[in-house]
């Protein structure tokens, strides 16, 4: 009998590891030999822990499961009351284009052998047997943007750092992934941790960087482990090494993690982190790709692009492209969270709208109430109304509406939801998280509080002064954190301007 | 508390042990932070020393980030998510809760030095919210008084 329960961390932290003891436990007392897997999440954590058993039609989902409905698996399995039927088929899963999350939930995610079976490795393959730059051409025709939420062309940055001369050029990989409601790195590192090794093995080969850095969080001990641990098997098997696969060039890394510090998901303060500083943000130029890791090439990429570059070099930039919308080609992996009845991870094309993945994916809010707001993009996102629900889920969309996708987190608010403590709440992580290097964003910050609490006190003076002060931290501070957190204190004031009137007409 | 002649021998194995390293000064961190629970101020001169740094950069860097204690916490770590996607779900109740329960008033350490409380911005478990992690422990959908008998016990 061959039972999978996910060991991904949304799963244990709704009891999986409870699970997966009872399964082993009842095998045990039945006599029945056991293959029990670890897998990574299928993604609809509504339904985790999510229990596969492996069938003679395929594999078979229950969900969500305690220790108490386990001993019924091992009897007729088509009369459980966890049954959900085959798991591929069910229509939330059946819905996506699952590319990059191909094999998270699928496979065995420490079985090397389990990766190749399913297609793994044959992107690194095919990349050996190409010049660095025919590599990059496609990564550039694949229409490849920055998946941590920038959306610069992957495959130029590449090309920058693959014609800048150095004895030493480095891949650093982004998984800082500190935006909240987003998982889809950390999901990815603990369900298919290979398909990032190579991807950033490709990445090597193409601009002749021979070390790799996997920069990730403390707050994800699972999925530190996790790929420490993978590229600890990846380097014994020879996949790593002085020589990729035993016929390429020397390519190795290994897992740094961070401290705590939000503004470390910016490049080059991850840089600075990397090299043992303090996690300060860099001034532009030089860029990282010219100047990087210890003043060397570094290309410094989101677990999400350099994940996605195995499939299209496998299956062919022009597949990879046919997905998508306008300037934003490919799949995209939307994190539908918050206050949702269907919440979890859903890979698709770019251009669904936000209606569509609010409502019709997501099935609205688990408390039954209506949706007020939704924030797209972590918490340097706007949050939108249900009124701007049309709007297709692209880069250049988002935009054009006064938001950004950034990492694809979507989190969803219902109606109890006071949008002013949401505008306050951004100010103060802003003045929490903010490096200190510009003034904009480290005194900013601490005002914005300030002026959003005089304004919840009724001081009719304080709205002209609070957008005044977005004005300045949008134009004049050095990154994103103290530029982009006038997003969501905007979009709250423009989109839900009763929330800010309404302690005014109290005081009065 | 520390024996000195102890301390620094200890300290010097784990500075060696990472001295190999590109950028080693976070991982000689994180490594003192997990023998002796926060970064003592000793370690600081003889980290600067190792890596010929000044006592002042370690200091800052040590300060920087918000993982490292300067002081011993209590036997079991709480951590809070306070960010958006928790908040969402019940995440500002939770915290008032568990603090209430612990008798907190605000985030810290019980006077018993068992329980240390702490927010924190995100654990990646935005779609079962509201968050924590007690110890090293996911805790999806959390409830306050779960939280407290398992903190308390």
């Known amino acids: 009998m061959k039972v999978y329960v996910p060991r991904d961390a949304a799963a244990r ?82 819905r996506q284009t699952r590319l990059t999350f191909a094999r998270v939930g699928l496979i065995d995610p420490l079985s090397l052998q389990d990766y190749e079976a399913h297609g793994g490795l044959a992107g690194l393959r095919r990349a050996l047997a190409m010049s660095g730059q025919a590599i990059v051409d496609e990564v550039k025709l694949s229409g490849l943007r920055g998946r941590g939420g920038a959306g610069f062309p992957t495959g130029i940055k590449w090309d920058t750092v693959r014609l800048a001369p150095a004895p030493q050029k480095y891949i650093v990989c982004n998984a800082d992934e500190g935006d909240s409601g987003t998982f889809a790195d950390r999901m990815l590192m603990e369900g298919d941790p290979f398909t990032l ?3 950033m093995a490709i990445a090597g080969l193409a601009v002749g960087a021979t070390r790799g850095y996997v920069y990730t969080r403390s707050e994800y001990p699972d999925a530190v482990a996790q790929m420490t641990e993978a590229i600890r098997i990846a380097r014994a098997a020879g996949v ?40 300060v943000v860099r001034a532009k130029p030089p860029l990282p790709a010219i100047e990087g890791l210890f003043g060397r090439p570094t ?57 569509e993945i609010v409502n019709d994916i997501g099935g609205g809010t688990r408390s039954g109430r209506p949706v007020k707001a939704v924030q797209v993009g972590g918490p340097l996102g706007a949050y939108f109304p249900v009124g701007k629900f049309d709007t297709p889920f692209g880069y250049e969309e988002f935009d054009g509406q006064g938001g950004l996708i950034g990492h694809a987190g979507v989190v969803i608010f219902d109606d109890s939801v006071d949008m002013l403590q949401q505008a306050r709440f951004a100010m ?60 969501p204190v905007m979009s709250a004031l423009t989109h839900f301007p009763d929330d800010f009137a309404t302690a005014r007409e109290a005081a009065e | ?22 950028g080693p000064l976070l991982p000689i961190l994180h490594a003192v932070q997990h023998e002796w629970g926060h970064i003592p101020e000793p370690a600081i001169p003889q980290i600067a020393a190792a890596l010929n740094l000044g006592r002042a950069e370690v200091h ?3 300060s920087f ?89």
């Open chain 2, 65 to 153: 980030y918000h993982d490292f204690r300067r002081e011993p916490a209590g036997k079991l770590v709480l951590k809070l998510c306070a960010a958006e996607a928790c908040q969402a779900q019940g995440g500002r109740d939770l915290a008032r809760d568990v603090l209430k329960g612990l008798g907190l008033t605000d985030f810290g350490t019980t006077p018993d030095g068992k329980v240390t409380v702490e927010r924190t911005f995100c654990l990646g478990l935005c779609a079962c919210g509201p968050s924590a992690m007690v110890g090293d422990r996911p805790v999806a959908a959390a409830k306050a008084e779960d939280i407290c008998r398992e903190a308390l016990a």
């Open chain 1, 13 to 94: 932290g709704l009891g999986s590891d409870a699970v997966a003891q009872a399964v082993q436990r009842e095998a045990e007392k039945r006599g029945l030999p056991l293959e029990l897997v670890r897998n990574g999440t299928r993604g609809m954590v509504w339904l985790e822990p999510l229990v596969e058993i492996e069938t003679q039609s395929g594999r078979t989902a229950f969900g969500p499961m305690t220790p108490e409905d386990v001993p019924a698996l091992f009897e007729d399995i088509t009369r459980h009351p966890k049954a959900l039927g085959p798991v591929e088929e069910m229509p939330w899963f059946a």
């Open chain 2, 1 to 22: 508390m520390l024996d000195t002649a102890d301390f620094a021998a200890r300290l010097r194995e784990i500075i060696d042990a990472h001295l190999g390293l590109e």
């Open chain 1, 240 to 279: 790593l090494g002085p020589s990729l696969l035993g016929q390429g060039p020397a390519f190795d890394m290994e897992v740094r993690t961070g401290a705590g510090a939000y503004v470390c998901g910016e490049e080059t303060s991850l840089l600075n982190s990397l090299e043992g500083k303090r996690g």
């Open chain 1, 299 to 355: 290309v410094v990429n989101n677990v999400i692009s350099l994940a996605s570059v195995p499939w299209i070099m496998a299956n062919g930039a022009q597949a990879y492209k046919d997905f998508g919308l306008g300037r934003s080609r490919g799949t995209i992996p939307l994190q539908i969270a918050g206050n949702v009845k269907q919440g979890g991870l859903f890979e698709a094309a770019f251009g669904l709208t936000l209606g």
């Open chain 1, 197 to 199: 090794i190579e991807g």
């Open chain 1, 428 to 487: 103060e992580f802003c003045a929490v998280e903010s490096c200190g290097k510009c003034t904009p964003c480290r005194i900013g910050a601490v005002r914005g509080v300030e002026t959003v609490d005089r304004i919840a006190q009724g001081d009719p003076t304080a709205m002209p002064l609070l957008v005044d002060l977005c004005e300045t931290m949008r134009d004049g501070s050095l990154c994103a954190l103290g530029g982009f957190t006038p997003y």
């Open chain 2, 60 to 62: 800052g860097v040590v």
